[in-house]
């Protein structure tokens, strides 16, 4: 076949069949994740008047997103150094720079004497490869970002909002820890977004939920699900796409992809099981939405460390991350004065920071010396519970945390406190006691009787025009009924 014949322009010496079309499908499992995965999720774990508001707000950030980072933000956050934490801004449009071999140009790792200790990253693939692959992954962060706020901020600001952040925060984030800025080259381990896109996730979310202020009180009392059986179907898609997301990090399709792949499912299923413990122990019945819940902080969890961390540390990892952010949900939020203050709609902050930050210091005690040696680009790298100098990789892991708290924390208020200047955050409360209706003109469930009631002269008759009447109607003859849902 022509497509194997050697040196074919499409085919150049250095590319890596395998590694390209692995990096492509872990891409495409990645982008499942949002859409429709986080869709999904969003539109059916919401009450029912905020179905469409959610799921457009996830669908909007996924194409803005896409847009800004081959306009800009790719090459701010794996580009040329401008700043030791922030990439040189510009296109990744041109043919010349996107089907060239892919590199992290400031990814080079030095010894203290200036030889080189891991030369650049240089995947087997075009750079066109890695741009789409590093876009599903900026895109993911934004639609979590997005639970914290949902039914309530004004969608205008949401769309102003997402641009500016992805610019100057998650930018920020990628280049310091992935695109070769300080904290990557000092050795802080982020093996596929725990910091980068969980704790920032989290803390931004909360801080947006701060600042846009909280829903109609009559939600936060009473916020049901509209389907949970469709909820299940978005956070399978979110599992499954999670093979991507950890699977696709080390750039190859190698070995580590292979540990972190059966690692994060370990850790995922451990951590739904002891959740689900939990609430049966606690409240006498198991919760489909704390299985969720489960499953989330575990993927949240075992993503800093998927790849250097042995299978039984991905059990203890479940254990935990099932069990700390429950207590932080169920137990801590109850009593914190600050906590129940901040909207944060669905959790962002416990099941994305808790579980990020948690699965980071984890990460700081149990990567494995030889699976780090595989991957990172700092020799000697491995966790405190392994001696020599492990105590030092816990101490980054901690520095490395409170940087991406601190920043995203700094940012989102500027860029929120930007934004008010020229509209407002919140909604008008007229629109937030309607919903999508009254945001969007459209409704989730087109049902016949949602919420009226039969009227023939409207509707038809299922019994023929001559046997009932308006009259009959109005005297009650044929009443329908109503559907509350």
């Not at 499912?265 to 451990?270: E, Q, R, S, V, W």
Request: contains cysteine; glycine residues 12%.
């Amino acid at each position: 076949m022509a497509a194997y014949e050697p040196h074919l322009p499409g085919v150049p010496e250095w590319l890596n069949k395998g590694d390209n079309a692995w990096q492509m499908t872990a891409s495409t499992l990645v982008g499942l994740q949002s859409m429709p995965g986080l869709v999904i999720l969003y539109a059916s774990i919401v009450k029912k008047k905020w179905a469409v508001n959610s799921a457009f707000m996830a669908l909007y950030a996924f194409a803005a997103v896409l847009i800004c980072w081959v306009l800009l933000c790719y090459r701010m956050a794996f580009g040329d150094q401008l700043f030791p934490f922030w990439g040189k801004g510009a296109p990744a449009l041109g043919q010349k720079y996107l089907i060239r071999q892919a590199v992290v140009p400031e990814s080079t790792h030095y010894h203290r004497n200036g030889s080189i200790e891991t030369p650049e990253s240089e995947p087997l693939y075009p750079m066109a490869t890695l741009v789409y692959f590093q876009f599903n992954f900026a895109a993911i962060t934004m639609i979590l970002l997005a639970g914290s706020v949902l039914g309530r901020m004004n969608i205008r600001a949401w769309m102003a909002f997402v641009p500016l952040w992805l610019i100057f925060s998650y930018t920020v984030g990628a280049f310091s820890l992935w695109g070769g800025g300080f904290l990557y080259h000092w050795g802080v381990i982020d093996y596929s977004g725990g910091y980068v896109i969980h704790l920032s996730s989290g803390i931004a979310g909360f801080t947006a939920a701060y600042w846009v202020g909280p829903r109609l009180k009559s939600d936060r009392e009473r916020f049901p699900p509209n389907n949970i059986l469709l909820m299940l179907a978005g956070a399978g898609l979110l599992w499954m796409g999670w093979s991507g997301f950890n699977g696709g990090a080390p750039y190859a399709a190698n070995i580590t992809a292979s540990v972190a792949v059966l690692n994060t499912n370990i850790c995922a299923a451990t951590s739904l099981l002891v959740w689900t413990t939990l609430d049966v122990i606690f409240f006498g019945k198991p919760s489909v939405i704390g299985a969720v819940q489960g499953m989330m902080t575990g993927l949240v969890c075992i993503t800093p460390g998927a790849g250097v961390v042995q299978s039984w540390a991905a059990i203890v990892m479940g254990i935990l991350s099932g069990s700390i952010p429950w207590f932080t949900m169920m137990i801590l939020h109850k009593k914190s004065v600050l906590l129940q203050k901040v909207d944060d709609t669905l959790g962002v902050f416990h099941t994305h920071a808790v579980a990020g930050i948690l699965g980071g210091l984890l990460t700081g005690l149990l990567a494995e010396p030889t699976l780090c040696s595989i991957v990172l680009p700092v020799s000697g790298s491995r966790g405190a519970f392994y001696g020599k100098n492990g105590g030092k990789q816990f101490l980054k892991q901690i520095v490395g945390a409170l940087f991406v708290i601190g920043w995203n924390l700094i940012s989102t208020t500027i860029i929120l406190l930007v934004i008010k200047i020229f509209m407002p955050l919140r909604m008008p409360d007229s629109e937030l006691m309607i919903g999508d209706d009254a945001v969007h003109g459209e409704e989730a469930y087109a049902l016949w009787g949602d919420g009226e009631k039969y009227d023939p002269t409207r509707h038809g008759s299922i019994f023929g025009a001559a046997e009932i009447t308006p009259n009959d109607y109005e005297n009650g003859a044929a009443r329908g009924v109503t559907i509350n849902l």
